[in-house]
């Protein structure tokens, strides 16, 4: 009542009292005076003090419409439907104050109104959400069940003394009725939580009941009399049932909110219950079908709901399953696995964990695409499953990374699992033409008798798996040394993101020289690491980790970024020479990086020509067609294309060929003993020939002294790059170094 204007509040709080009090002033009234309450003198004191008695009632009620604009119409239903009752029995009422009056008399019709009234009033005032099917069929039941009970309860005992008579039967039965079917429409509205249990609530319940009483005394005289028969007693009992409706009415609603609250199972089953007996014991008749018809609608919805609580257990028991079992590949998951470890531990049974990582799986997913992977995924689970017997749990942890449990702990048992599981992964696999072939690390963790938790002993079968990848070992036992390891590296990955995101990596070059003019031709970056406690760091120091991590993309985009805003600097400053950077498989192939390269070349106003792309060998190995396209896309926005290391991977002459390269650069295991060694220098010798015939240039990287500049020169190598011609630096020391070699070294041959 907050919500209402204080004066207006005040009013209706201070009449509260009064139709309680009305009441019991009226009846004694009409008790004492002379000829007793059924003479028009008490009739007529009768029908004053329900005048004002609904007049005071009627006013609270729209008192609190008023106040209360989101429950106005509601309220004006009610107040409107409680002033046509009173209306139709005081008509009633007072004909009896004349003569008897005949059932039914013209009155009950705006009685029968104002029932309909009450009725929008109950469904108005009641709250407003999505009712699931199973939630309405229970409202069914306890509605069905109320009036079915109520039916037997009121029509059965007097059905006899209505032989003959069903329409007056149907009539004097309606109003009871009526009012009962109000109030199990309030405890559906309960079960489908549109109403909080409450005290009001309940007043509205108990107000219908009451009325009902009231209304069944026909059933009680009709069957004996033809007109209508009252008392104090029965208008008491009228006037409380209309007092508590209002009263319930105009105490202020509160919103549902939270999950519903599950309808016992025993509440179901009793109202079924009930049904069945009263169709059971039931008379022919109109009686009797009043009391079958609402039993045939709580059969007909226990029915639907038990149909719909199967297939809610089906479902449930589909979405356990389906929470234990891998989508993709149809095997046990991490909580499935978890699960079966930590009961193998509770009942302290032999236990083991397999860990296992496929090995450059990444580069699949990247080149081929996801759907291409899922594919190898499902047949290489389908493999791991036909290795492994009974008493195995195979899961699929995620990705690329399998789970197997085994209810083992000879190491050397488990050493050869993990071998024979590896070599099945290793048979070809064709995949859209194209025969794969997948290694993987394997990490093997025993029970110890200090393990409780499933988690603790996949976490050490993931340390010796990590150290299998690392150290390509293929198959590690865990062992404790492992631990700190794997904790360092860990910090370090988390300490790599950071120095990415701070700009902590970054690029130095090392020149590139003309091997006949001796000008510098170009630099390449090679990134370094200044880290805040260690110094500056080499590659070798961090570039593992940061592939482990999964930082290479991010990485390399870094450092692209450098090389072109550096490219851009020394362009504006005169220097005409190339930068190269070097792109591993993965990112080269995963074409995520090509986008970000060709925009920033653009916004730095960069000729493409000026940068060069070293690539590997290696490239080519897991997706030839797709290294190819990424290559002629590279080329086709001017930037050049250089395959770095040549000769220590699968080299071939078709992809020098068919591959816009423009140049070779030749591995340092080459060139190091070229002035020493007579294979080495026909190797470089016929490489330049080859270079020269296809229009490529030949580097040669690794020159550390000048007997082997002395040796290259000769042999026809275009560019060298070396510890003799330069070691890498920094950035800002790139242009002084270079206005000083030239100075050095212009018109004169390398010493």
Not at 291 to 309: D, E, Q
Not at 569 to 588: C, Q, S, Y
Request: net charge negative.
């Amino acid at each position: 009542m907050a919500d209402q204007p204080g004066t207006l509040s005040r009013a209706v709080r201070a009449v509260a009292p009064v139709p309680w009090i009305l009441m019991p002033g009226g009846w004694l009234i009409a008790e004492l005076l002379p000829g007793g309450p059924a003479d028009p003198p008490a009739r007529i004191t009768l029908l004053v003090t329900l005048a004002i008695f609904f007049a005071v009632i009627i006013f609270r009620v729209v008192a609190v419409g008023l106040a209360d604009r989101r429950r106005r119409l509601a309220m004006a239903t009610l107040a409107g439907s409680i002033a046509l009752w009173a209306g139709g029995s005081a008509t009633v009422n007072a004909g009896q104050t004349v003569d008897a009056v005949s059932f039914p008399a013209p009155g009950e019709w705006a009685c029968i109104v104002a029932y309909c009234g009450l009725a929008a009033y109950v469904i108005m005032d009641a709250g407003r959400r999505r009712i699931p099917l199973a939630v309405a069929l229970e409202a069914v039941v306890v509605w069905g069940a109320t009036m079915c009970l109520s039916a037997f309860v009121l029509v059965m005992p007097v059905a006899r003394q209505f032989e003959g008579q069903a329409t007056k039967l149907f009539v004097a039965v309606l109003f009871p009725m009526i009012n009962l079917a109000l109030a199990g429409l309030l405890l559906g509205q309960v079960v489908l939580r549109l109403r909080r249990r409450e005290g009001r609530t309940t007043l509205l319940v108990a107000g219908f009941v009451l009325v009902a009483v009231a209304d069944s005394n026909f059933l009680a005289n009709l069957g004996v009399r033809e007109y209508y028969t009252t008392s104090l007693l029965l208008a008491a009992v009228w006037g409380s049932g209309f007092a508590l409706i209002a009263e319930g009415a105009v105490r202020p609603g509160v919103d549902v909110a939270g999950a519903r609250r599950e309808t016992p199972s025993g509440l179901l089953l009793g109202a079924a219950g009930v049904a069945v007996a009263a169709v059971a014991v039931a008379s022919d008749g109109v009686g009797g079908w009043l009391v079958r018809a609402p039993a045939v609608v709580v059969l007909a919805a226990t029915g639907w709901r038990l149909l719909l609580a199967l297939n809610e257990a089906r479902g449930a028991a589909e979405a356990m399953r389906l929470s234990l079992t891998d989508e993709l590949t149809g095997l046990a998951n991490r909580r499935s696995a978890l699960a079966a470890t930590d009961h193998a531990l509770q009942h302290r049974g032999p236990v083991s964990v397999l860990l296992l990582d496929l090995d450059s799986f990444k580069d699949i997913n990247d080149s081929l695409g996801h759907g291409v992977g899922d594919e190898v995924l499902i047949s290489l689970a389908g493999r791991i499953r036909e290795v492994l017997g009974q008493g195995a749990e195979v899961a699929r942890l995620g990705g690329d990374e399998f789970a197997i449990v085994l209810p083992q702990e000879d190491e050397l048992v488990l050493f050869e699992v993990a071998q024979q599981i590896r070599s099945v992964l290793r048979r070809p696999l064709r995949v859209e033409g194209i025969d794969i072939s997948l290694d993987a690390s394997v990490g093997i963790a025993v029970r110890e008798e200090s393990d409780s938790s499933a988690i603790e002993l996949l976490r050490r079968a993931d340390v010796a798996m990590y150290e299998a990848k690392q150290a390509g070992a293929g198959v590690v036992v865990f062992d404790r040394a492992q631990d700190g390891m794997s904790h360092l590296r860990l910090l370090r990955g988390e300490a790599l993101r950071s120095a990415i995101a701070e700009g902590e990596l970054v690029a130095w070059y090392q020149p590139q020289i003309d091997a006949r003019t001796r000008q510098v031709v170009a630099m390449e970056a090679l990134v370094r690491w200044w880290h805040p406690t260690e110094g500056l760091l080499p590659p070798i120091a961090f570039l593992p980790d940061a592939r482990r991590a999964g930082l290479m993309p991010a990485l390399t985009e870094s450092l692209m970024l450098q090389v072109v805003a550096d490219a851009s600097r020394w362009r504006d400053a005169g220097f005409t020479f190339r930068v190269a950077m070097n792109w591993a498989p993965p990112e080269l192939v995963g074409g995520q990086l090509l986008p970000r390269l060709f925009s920033a070349i653009e916004e730095a106003h960069l000729p493409p020509e000026s940068l060069l792309v070293e690539v590997t060998e290696d490239s080519f190995l897991v997706d030839p067609d797709r290294a190819r396209m990424v290559l002629h896309e590279i080329r086709a926005h001017g930037v050049q294309v250089s395959i770095d290391d040549y000769g220590s991977g699968f080299s071939s002459l078709a992809y020098l060929r068919d591959l816009p390269v423009q140049e070779l650069k030749m591995d340092r295991s080459f060139v190091a003993p070229v002035a020493s060694d007579e294979r080495s220098r026909m190797i470089v010798q016929t490489t330049t020939q080859m270079a020269r015939a296809l229009g490529l240039r030949f580097v040669a990287e690794g020159v550390e002294d000048s007997v082997a500049l002395g040796a290259l020169v000769p042999l026809g190598v275009d560019v060298v790059q070396g510890y003799h011609i330069a070691r890498p630096m920094p950035a800002d020391a790139v242009g002084p170094w270079v206005r000083h070699w030239t100075e050095s070294h212009l018109g004169s041959r390398l010493a």
